[in-house]
């Protein structure tokens, strides 16, 4: 196994690997991404967006897609890992886990103090595997998201 920062020519797979994730997560048509996309998020000349991916013997199976957040409490950067995902096969294998140590790394050496992400409430195995590692459910907070027509309508009001 390993885990490399994606490359240009990664990005068919990384689109395939979102694809995945989001048919796991019932919500194929939701994908609307394309690889031009990818390209200009991923390495743009300075990124906001990155990718690591888990290797085994040449193939890619899995990523880990993440980007910075702002504690103002803190007054301190942390990751939001966005996605996380394993192929099916590839599952049991340590490769989810190598990840998110790798990140973890990444935030101890950078001294961010939180490293954080979402998980679908009916998704059982993911919330037990991020359990068994420390990771604590902030269950006093509610997502909020504005999109499409209310986005829109609000980004409008003050023009």
Known sequence: MEIRPARKDDLPVILDLIIELAEY???PD???????D????????????????V???????????????????????????????IRPAFRGQGF??????????ICVKEGYPRFQWWVLDWNDPAIEF?????????????????????LSDLGKASG
């Open 25 to 27: 997560e019932k919500a």
């Open 30 to 36: 939701q994908v609307i991404a394309t690889v031009k």
């Open 38 to 53: 990818l390209e200009k998020a991923l390495f743009a000349e300075d990124p906001k967006v990155f990718c690591h991916l």
């Open 55 to 85: 290797e085994v013997e040449e193939e890619v199976v899995g990523l880990a897609l993440w980007f910075l957040n702002f504690s103002t409490w803190q007054g301190k950067h942390g990751i939001y890992l966005e996605d996380l995902f």
């Open 96 to 105: 989810g886990k190598a990840l998110l140590q790798y990140l973890a790394e």
């Open 130 to 150: 991020y359990k068994s590692l420390g990771a604590q459910a902030m269950d006093e907070w509610t997502v909020y998201r504005l999109s499409e027509v209310a």
